[in-house]
């Protein structure tokens, strides 16, 4: 992932929220770096993938509630949009296994880099912390 490097200007104003960002961007790096490195290699990519899935899990239902509570015209948009994630990525699962990496590393750096650098900043003040 070449232009969301870590959070910086990405920052929603809202550590926890922050912290699953650099959290998801730092799984998605590790998936990249076990994407083509033989049988131990792939233990690890499907061991780092399980990893993200729980802690993108966790962050959508964090940004949802969060969105909720504080009136954020966009929350259905953002419901939308985590949902199509993991839809999309469960299709991507479904493929013949040696497919996955390759498959899965392209659509988590497109989709990372749409969500956190379009969706989540029209989001920002409905994210930060009060």
């Not at 969301?4 to 959070?7: L, N």
């Not at 498959?103 to 009060?130: G, I, N, P």
């Given at each position: 992932?070449?232009s969301?490097?870590?959070?910086g200007?990405?920052?929603?104003?809202?550590?926890?929220?922050?912290?699953?960002?650099?959290?998801?961007?730092?799984?998605?790096?590790?998936?990249?770096?076990?994407?083509?490195?033989?049988?131990?290699?792939?233990?690890?990519?499907?061991?780092?993938?399980?990893?993200?899935?729980?802690?993108?899990?966790?962050?959508?239902?964090?940004?949802?509630?969060?969105?909720?509570?504080?009136?954020?015209?966009?929350?259905?948009?953002?419901?939308?949009?985590?949902?199509?994630?993991?839809?999309?990525?469960?299709?991507?699962?479904a493929?013949?296994?040696?497919?996955?990496?390759?498959?899965?590393?392209?659509?988590?750096?497109?989709?990372?880099?749409?969500?956190?650098?379009?969706?989540?900043?029209?989001?920002?003040?409905?994210?930060?912390?009060?």
């Open positions: 992932m070449e969301v490097e870590s959070i200007e990405l920052s929603v104003g809202n550590e926890h929220i922050d912290g699953q960002h650099a959290q998801i961007i730092y799984l998605v790096k590790a998936l990249e770096e076990h994407q083509h490195d033989g049988p131990e290699s792939e233990k690890k990519f499907f061991f780092l993938l399980s990893s993200l899935m729980l802690t993108i899990t966790r962050h959508f239902r964090d940004e949802e509630r969060l969105l909720e509570k504080n009136g954020c015209p966009w929350l259905d948009q953002q419901a939308r949009d985590h949902a199509y994630f993991i839809e999309k990525l469960s299709g991507i699962l493929m013949e296994e040696r497919e996955v990496p390759d498959q899965v590393v392209r659509f988590m750096r497109e989709w990372l880099e749409s969500h956190l650098t379009k969706l989540d900043m029209k989001c920002r003040a409905y994210l930060e912390e009060s």
